[in-house]
């Protein structure tokens, strides 16, 4: 997009609802400046930029790990064009997050303070067929690190398509 290479992924899809690819990065505190966006481009649109925050102070009711929510992020919609996709306002996307959980008895307290956001996941299905993916730029404003927190290790990550994002599944 602005330089001379890019990632570059291809992906052939069957009829599913996800293909996600990750990156996990050091703990970044959720603060009102935060912010993360990287640039796209696909020979399909679809593609949906979206983050995982964990929520050290509450747990999860099925395992008792550290609660973690995902914040949604912008769709790529201009098939064989470069569009940057943010995810915008994502403490008050937290908030609402938490807001929700508590209302759900299995949840019971949930406490936002110390979230921290740890993994980057941009869903790549489109439809069934071949998609050509390009990435870069991958811009995190607002860093500040989160400190003591340990993140998830790779191999305990919850799967994506079991949670749910504001009542709808991912």
């Not at 993360?36 to 696909?42: Q, R």
């Amino acid at each position: 997009q602005s330089g001379a290479g890019a990632e570059f992924v291809r992906l052939q899809h069957e009829l599913r609802r996800s293909a996600h690819l990750t990156l996990a990065g050091p703990p970044a505190r959720v603060i009102q400046e935060l912010g993360l966006s990287l640039w796209v481009k696909a020979t399909r649109a679809g593609v949906q930029l979206r983050g995982r925050v964990v929520l050290p102070r509450s747990r999860d009711p099925r395992d008792g790990s550290p609660l973690a929510v995902w914040v949604e992020g912008e769709v790529y919609d201009r098939p064989g064009g470069w569009q940057r996709l943010a995810i915008r306002d994502l403490l008050l996307q937290v908030q609402r997050q938490a807001r929700s959980k508590r209302s759900q008895p299995q949840f019971g307290e949930v406490d936002e303070r110390e979230a921290y956001f740890d993994l980057v996941v941009l869903n790549a299905y489109t439809s069934p067929g071949t998609t050509d993916l390009w990435i870069d730029n991958l811009e995190l404003d607002g860093f500040t690190e989160a400190p003591g927190a340990p993140g998830i290790p790779p191999g305990e990550w919850p799967n994506l398509d079991e949670h749910t994002s504001a009542g709808m599944p991912l």
